[in-house]
C-alpha cells in the first residue's frame, strides 16, 4: 500500500516493494522533462537508481518521455578510471541509461576522473552547472553511512565539487562492482553539498533493509555533517521514495 506522508516537513513516499518506488521515482523525472523539455538532470549511479533508469527506457520507447533537449550532470567519478573503464560512473551511465535514451550524448557530463588538474576540472563542472542554469531536478541514493554522492560523514554542508577521500566503509561497499577489493579507487571526484542543495528538486530513492537506519537517521535524527543526506531537510523542495524495508526504521503514526 502507497503511503504519502510529510516526516520533518520532506515529502516521503513509502511504496510496497523497489520496483515501486523505482517506477515512482521514473515518474517524477518522466514529469519533469514533460514540464520541461529542456531539463537540467543531475544524475546518480549506485545499484539503487538502476531500475528507475529501466522505466525510463521503457517510457522513451513508448514515447513518453523525450530526453533530446536534456542535459545531465552526473554527481561523481572515481579518480583514476577513465570513462572507458567497464566500472567508471561513465560507463555506468552510458550502460544503464544513456545508450538506451535519444539523449544528446554531448550533453550528458560526468566528472573526468583522469583530468590532469583536478581542481580547475572541478571548478570547471561547477561552472558549467552554472552555465546550464543550474540543475532542475536532482536524483540521489543514499550510503549506509548518510552519505549522499561521495560526501562522506563529515563533509562541509558549503562543499562544492572537489577531491574526496573515500572512507574504508564505502570502499567496501561499492567493492562489489568490481573484481576484487584492491580494485576500488580511494579518491573521487563529487559535487559538493551545497552543489546538491543547489538544485531547484531533489528526488531521493533509497530501498532495502539495509538503508532503514540512515533513512531514520536523515529524517527523523539530528540535522549535522556528521549524516550528510539529514542536511537535506534544510532544502524546501525533497522528495523522499523508500520501500517498505528502507522505510522500516521511522516512526511513522
Ligand atoms: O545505490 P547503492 O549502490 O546502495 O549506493 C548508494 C550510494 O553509494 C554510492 O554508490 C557511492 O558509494 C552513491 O553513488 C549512491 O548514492
Request: aromatic share 4%; with cysteine.
Amino acid at each position: 500500500m502507497i503511503q504519502n506522508v510529510q516526516i520533518e516537513g520532506i515529502e516521503t513516499i513509502v511504496q510496497a516493494d523497489a520496483e515501486q518506488a523505482s517506477r515512482t521515482v521514473a515518474q517524477l523525472i518522466a514529469d519533469q522533462i514533460g514540464r520541461k523539455g529542456d531539463s537540467v538532470l543531475g544524475l546518480a549511479t549506485g545499484g539503487t537508481p538502476v531500475q528507475a533508469y529501466r522505466q525510463l527506457i521503457e517510457m522513451n520507447r513508448r514515447g513518453e518521455v523525450d530526453f533530446s533537449a536534456v542535459t545531465s550532470f552526473n554527481l561523481d567519478e572515481y579518480i583514476g578510471l577513465d570513462g572507458a573503464h567497464p566500472q567508471s560512473f561513465r560507463a555506468f551511465m552510458n550502460e544503464h541509461l544513456f545508450d538506451h535514451v535519444n539523449i544528446d550524448r554531448a550533453r550528458t557530463f560526468v566528472p573526468d576522473g583522469c583530468a590532469d588538474d583536478v581542481a580547475a576540472h572541478c571548478a570547471k563542472y561547477e561552472s558549467m552547472i552554472d552555465a546550464a542554469g543550474g540543475i532542475d531536478l536532482q536524483l540521489l541514493g543514499l550510503g549506509h553511512n548518510g552519505h549522499i554522492a561521495f560526501n562522506e560523514p563529515g563533509s562541509p554542508r558549503d562543499s562544492r565539487t572537489r577531491q574526496v577521500d573515500l572512507t574504508p566503509q564505502t570502499i567496501q561497499q561499492n567493492a562489489r562492482f568490481f573484481d576484487s577489493i584492491d580494485e576500488v579507487p580511494c579518491h573521487a571526484i563529487t559535487m559538493g553539498i551545497a552543489t546538491i542543495l543547489a538544485a531547484r528538486r531533489i528526488v531521493m530513492l533509497a530501498t532495502g533493509k539495509g538503508k532503514a537506519e540512515a533513512v531514520a537517521r536523515m529524517l527523523q535524527g539530528p540535522i549535522g555533517e556528521d549524516h550528510p543526506a539529514s542536511l537535506l531537510r534544510r532544502h524546501d523542495h525533497v522528495t523522499v521514495v523508500l520501500d517498505n524495508a528502507a522505510a522500516g526504521a521511522l516512526h511513522l503514526e
